[in-house]
Nanobody
Framework: QVQLIESGGGLVQTGGSLRLSCAAS????????MAWFRQAPEKEREFVAAIWWSGSTYYTNSVKGRFTISRANDADTIYLQMNSLKPEDTAVYYC???????????????????????WGQGTQVTVSA
C-alpha cells in the first residue's frame, strides 16, 4: 500500500517562499510519476508540477519560473520549491503518485489526475496579499 505524506504548507506573504515535501512509502512501480496538484475553494483540482522516474519535469504555465519540483536521491521524497508566491497560489496542495503506462503526450499524462492512484492528505498553502 503506497502512502504519501505531505508537509511544509503554511502562511506566507506575497513574494515569499515555501517548500513542500512529499514522502512516499510502499511504492513498487519502477516507471512512475509523482506530482503536485492544488485545489482552491470552490475550484476544481488543478495540476501544478510532475516529475517522472526518468527525471523529466512538467509544469503548468502559471507556475513556470517560480516553482521547482525535485526529488531526493532515494527518489521516495519529492519537493516543491515555491518562490514569488502570489495570493492566487492559495490552495490545498496534494501530492500524487502513479505508475506510468502507455502515453502519447507526457505533459497531458502528467496533468490528468485520473492517472494517479495514490494521493496524500493535502497541505494548506495560504499567501496573504
Amino acid at each position: 500500500q503506497v502512502q504519501l505524506i505531505e508537509s511544509g504548507g503554511g502562511l506566507v506573504q506575497t513574494g515569499g517562499s515555501l517548500r513542500l515535501s512529499c514522502a512516499a512509502s510502499g511504492r513498487t512501480f519502477s516507471r512512475y510519476a509523482m506530482a503536485w496538484f492544488r485545489q482552491a475553494p470552490e475550484k476544481e483540482r488543478e495540476f501544478v508540477a510532475a516529475i517522472w522516474w526518468s527525471g523529466s519535469t512538467y509544469y503548468t504555465n502559471s507556475v513556470k519560473g517560480r516553482f521547482t519540483i525535485s526529488r531526493a536521491n532515494d527518489a521516495d521524497t519529492i519537493y516543491l520549491q515555491m518562490n514569488s508566491l502570489k495570493p492566487e497560489d492559495t490552495a490545498v496542495y496534494y501530492c500524487a503518485a502513479g505508475g506510468v503506462a502507455w502515453y502519447s503526450d507526457a505533459y497531458a499524462y502528467s496533468a490528468n489526475p485520473k492517472n494517479y492512484d495514490h494521493w496524500g492528505q493535502g497541505t494548506q498553502v495560504t499567501v496573504s496579499a
